[in-house]
C-alpha cells in the first residue's frame, strides 16, 4: 500500500523565482491538501483539492497556486519566491468522501529560498 | 489567543516515566481532534484520532473535554524511542475533512 509521495525532497531557488512541487497521495485517497512548515512551528494550512477544485484556502497570498489532477495528484505552485518561503512543504491526504477526517502526510519538500 | 495552543516544552523525563501533554483549542465548534508525532525532520505521523470522549492505544491515552476545550494524551511508560515533538491538531469548524489547525508542538526527550 502506497503512501504519500512527494519530489523533489530539496530544493533550493533564489529570491523572485517559482517553483512547483508535487505530492501523490495514499492508494484510495481522493483529497490532497498543502501545508507549510517552519522551523519550530506546527504545519499551517495553505490549501486542500477535492474533485480538481480548490475546496477550501488559508491565509496565504495568491503567490501560492495549486491543481489537482484527474488521478488525485497535486501540484504546489509558488510564484516570486521570497526568503520567507523557505520551509518544509507537507502534503496531506485523506478520503474525504469516506467520512472520515484523518490525513495522512508525506515526507515533505524542503525549500531553501537564497 | 491562537487557535491551537500546545504546552510549551521541551518536557525532559526518564524511561518509564508518565508524560501528559495537554492542548487548548479556541472554537468550542470544533468537532474533530488528532494527535500527530513529528521526529526530527520528518513529517508529521498520526499517532491517534479523538473523536468522542477519548481513545486508548496501548500506552497512549488521548482525552477530550469539551466543556473547557482541551485534549490531553498521556503516555504511560515512556521509551527512548518516544522522543518526538507532539503536535495536536483540530478541524476547522466550518468544514469537516478540510484544513487542520496544528499547535506548535510540544517537544518530549525521554532519557536512559
Known amino acids: 500500500d502506497a503512501g504519500v509521495t512527494q519530489s523533489p525532497t530539496h530544493l533550493i531557488k533564489t529570491r523572485g523565482q517559482q517553483v512547483t512541487l508535487r505530492c501523490s497521495p495514499k492508494?484510495?485517497?481522493?483529497?490532497v491538501s498543502w501545508y507549510q512548515q517552519a522551523l519550530g512551528q506546527g504545519p499551517q494550512f495553505i490549501f486542500q483539492y477535492y474533485e480538481e477544485e480548490e475546496r477550501q484556502r488559508g491565509n496565504f497570498p495568491d503567490r501560492f497556486s495549486g491543481h489537482q489532477f484527474p488521478n488525485y495528484s497535486s501540484e504546489l505552485n509558488v510564484n516570486a519566491l521570497l526568503l520567507g518561503d523557505s520551509a518544509l512543504y507537507l502534503c496531506a491526504s485523506s478520503l474525504v468522501g469516506g467520512g472520515a477526517y484523518e490525513q495522512y502526510f508525506g515526507p515533505g519538500t524542503r525549500l531553501t529560498v537564497t | 489567543r491562537k487557535e491551537v495552543e500546545q504546552d510549551p516544552g521541551p518536557f525532559n523525563v526518564p524511561e518509564g516515566a508518565t508524560v501528559a501533554f495537554n492542548c487548548t483549542y479556541s472554537?468550542?465548534?470544533?468537532?474533530?481532534f488528532f494527535w500527530y508525532r513529528q521526529d526530527c525532520r520528518k513529517e508529521p505521523k498520526l499517532l491517534m484520532s479523538?473523536?468522542?470522549s477519548g481513545n486508548e492505544d496501548g500506552r497512549f491515552t488521548a482525552q477530550l473535554n469539551r466543556a473547557s476545550q482541551y485534549i490531553s494524551l498521556l503516555i504511560r511508560d515512556s521509551k527512548l524511542s518516544d522522543s518526538a515533538t507532539y503536535l495536536c491538531?483540530?478541524?476547522?469548524?466550518?468544514?469537516?475533512?478540510?484544513?487542520?489547525?496544528f499547535g506548535q508542538g510540544t517537544e518530549l526527550s525521554v532519557k536512559p
Open positions: 472554537n468550542s465548534a470544533s468537532q474533530s
Open positions: 479523538v473523536y468522542s
Open positions: 492508494s484510495g485517497h481522493d483529497t
Open positions: 491538531a483540530v478541524t476547522d469548524p466550518g468544514n469537516q475533512g478540510g484544513k487542520l489547525i
